[in-house]
């Protein structure tokens, strides 16, 4: 296995501003902080023409049954599988549906498996143990590029001929050959130095928004910015989507919970149904 050159990333650079941040007033340290993290938008910016052909790309994975992974160790790793947790409640779709796998399994989401990440198979088992094939998506996560479960993930699934994105913080990034699709976010050196849950982990939780947000409105899972197909799970989701049958078809709150009731809890359904009735 060749060496590699890990202070050649621009995440595990030194930051000059905050060199003296144990030096720093409770106040000049947030102030610091949140400095650094205005420049992370702007790093997404520039790679939103990526973003754009991933959603499209998932997008087309989901509308032919396929499905997503999010694959990655540490901080992207848990960000994936936070983004994937937000989608069944959110659309309304199956848990299957968008997947978060972590390098060193499920226990790795809430506490420290950190030497999973040198592990090309780590993710790959588990990716074989879904089943994952041609018509199913990876999206690997990796601030550095480095992450070699992640790089055996997207081989793996480039092998299979599935669609292949990649997420990652560095301008040369290793996983940029490896991806269909390769978003870049440089968001330079962190406030502490090579702790890559700041800049980059916000910037990879923005960009993981972007993608399943935009699959999803492309494959019909909102009614216009509605989250029509979201699960009313509880009272303060329920009342929720009253108000948005509500909002679109003018319906008192007695006949929109009734609408709801019998759709199934499909909010679109009751939106439809009780418009067809005008």
Known sequence: MPVIDYGGFGTEKVLAESKEIDKMSSYEIAQLINAQDKTVAYAVEKALPDIARGIDALAGVLSG?????????GTSGRLGVLDASECPPTFGVSPQTVQGVLAGGRAAAFESIEDAEDDELSIVRQLREAGFGAGDACVGISASGSARCVQG???FARSSGAATVAISNNADSPLIPLADIPIIAVVGPEVI????RMKAGTSQKMILNMLSTG???KCGRTLGNLMAYMVPSNDKLLERAVRMIRGETGADRETALAALRSSGNVIADAIRELKKEK
Not at 65 to 73: D, E, L, P, Q, S
Not at 193 to 196: A, I, K, L, N, P
């Open 193 to 196: 130095s090579g702790s890559t």
């Open 65 to 73: 049954g396929g499905r997503i992974f999010y694959c990655g160790a």
């Open 215 to 217: 699959a999803m409105v």
């Open 153 to 155: 993930a997207l081989r």
